[in-house]
């Protein structure tokens, strides 16, 4: 930007074939796992669709939950190898009040508040930035400031362009490290890929397709950025979905999911306005006739804004036109990944003590004082059982 196989499916699988070696039903295996195991399974992937929108512009305050009806993700840019900067670091630099309010207004509202990582000034394989080092960091930030995940905006195409798939291993080992910090189910990670790096045969490391095929179980989605890849590319319907050019073969939505990568993955990314773009540029009401094409062959990922507030409520609400239609009421709440209540109470099994210096947000469980605690909102440094009155005690472990 500017400046795969789902886990449920996954463990499904895995679930089936043992199933089948040992002649016991699906169901019955699934009732065999532990009730903390059953969440996790049960909230691993958010569910489709998905209305994304980055800021990476300074602005005055953070947008208030209305300001972005219609979207249920909004990402903050960028954090660095080096540190946070604009507004990820505008977002750092409030009080731990100013954040908890801002949160629990998102939260209220659906929208899962996330951090961009890298985006075009950052090249970290190219620099020699360590990817195990550089996702252990990165994890803290966000657990540190209460954020709901991240998003991986890799744009180092100095290493992508040299071959011998040094971008493709840096990223599957960077996603799987992520992953051991910030917990499916969780914790949001997505990928914001160029279509291009999908196209098969033009990348000797195999290119997204090959990170797709490594650790997509780990993805939640990609935000997949249909512009800046030439004047004419992605700017009509038929190229953006079904027939890409020979620049860039096999990159549009449908032929991406032809070659391997989840149709429910691919979240098509289009920018607010010409001006946040060099190319691929789409009005919304255009956009919204290939959405709406797009729906009508059975994909169902959602939309992607690059940037607010160029791209804000009204932009998003004729994108999503008759295929999503945004009501006055409308409050998406599948991105934020939540306690779905199927945990017994009391159930302690893979449940982490409560530690300060933790940010949690809503349905987040920790184990204290010899009982599980579920968190009812975002909450910082506030230990369970004291007078903030922001965990509910499931009672005892057992």
Known sequence: ???????????????????????????????????????????????????VVYNDKWVNSF???SELRGFNVFALGCLLTSGS???????????TSQRTTYLQEYNAAGISLIVAAFGTTEKPTSSGANAVTTANTMAAWVTQYGLNGIDVDYEDFTAFNSGGGSAESWLISYTQQLRTKLPQGQYILTHAPVAPWFSPGKWSGGGYLAIDKSVGSLIDWYNVQFYNQGASEYTTCTCLLTASSSTWPESALFQIAANGVNLDKLVIGKPGTSSDATNGYMDPSTLASCVSQAASKGWNAGVMAWQYPDAASSWITTVRGNTWPVSDSSSPTATTPTNTGTSVSGNCDGVPAWEAGIAYSSGN???????????????????PGDSSDVWTNDGPCT
């Open 63 to 65: 947008p208030s939950a």
């Open 365 to 383: 469980q920790v184990t204290h004082d010899g009982n599980l605690w579920t968190a009812d909102k975002w909450n910082e440094n506030e230990p």
């Open 85 to 95: 900067v604009d507004e990820a670091q505008h977002w750092q630099e409030l009080t």
């Open 1 to 51: 930007m500017v400046s795969f196989r789902s886990a449920v499916a996954a463990a499904i699988t895995v679930l089936s074939v043992v199933g089948t070696i040992q002649a016991i039903p699906l169901a019955d295996k699934l009732r065999r796992l532990s009730p903390s195991a059953r969440d996790v399974l049960k909230r691993s992937t958010p569910s489709a669709p998905r209305f």
